[in-house]
């Protein structure tokens, strides 16, 4: 095994679940972690920061997709997608969509070299 470089890509910024009822493992992880609900809008629910920073939020599970084990999706904060895709290119991930938002932002669906999907965006408004 190689040792990781000193110089991070991006930080964990979310764990992004797709439920099959996103509201019902919403309600379920806010009295887990103790915390409320910090917005709620069609297809996303985002639960408040926790104590480590990250927040837990659900979107409705894709057309098509199997219920059974948890399914997570990383959210990797970044100063500059087009940096950071590139580093994730050259340590062999890949560029799986570019998401636009109907607010204007875009964020991007990136795979690992298994082909495990994380999502690179730009850090959230101070105010959030």
């Known amino acids: 095994m190689t040792e990781p470089t000193t110089e991070a890509v991006g930080w964990l910024?979310?764990?992004?679940?797709?439920?099959?009822?996103?509201?019902r493992l919403a309600t379920f992880w806010q009295a887990v972690l103790g915390v409320g609900v910090y917005e709620v809008e069609q297809d996303w629910i985002q639960l408040e920061?926790?104590?480590?920073?990250?927040y837990l939020a659900f979107q409705p599970l894709p057309a098509g997709g199997e219920p059974g084990a948890m399914r997570l999706r990383p959210d990797i904060e970044v100063e500059d997608m087009d940096v950071a895709q590139a580093r994730i290119e050259d340590l062999g991930g890949r560029l799986v969509a570019v998401i636009e938002e109907p607010d204007g932002d875009s964020h991007r669906r990136?795979?690992?070299?298994?082909?495990?999907?994380?999502?690179i965006l730009l850090p959230l408004p101070e105010n959030r």
């Open 13 to 23: 910024r979310a764990v992004v679940v797709d439920a099959q009822d996103p509201e």
């Open 49 to 54: 920061r926790d104590r480590g920073g990250v």
């Open 110 to 119: 990136m795979a690992d070299p298994e082909g495990n999907e994380f999502t």
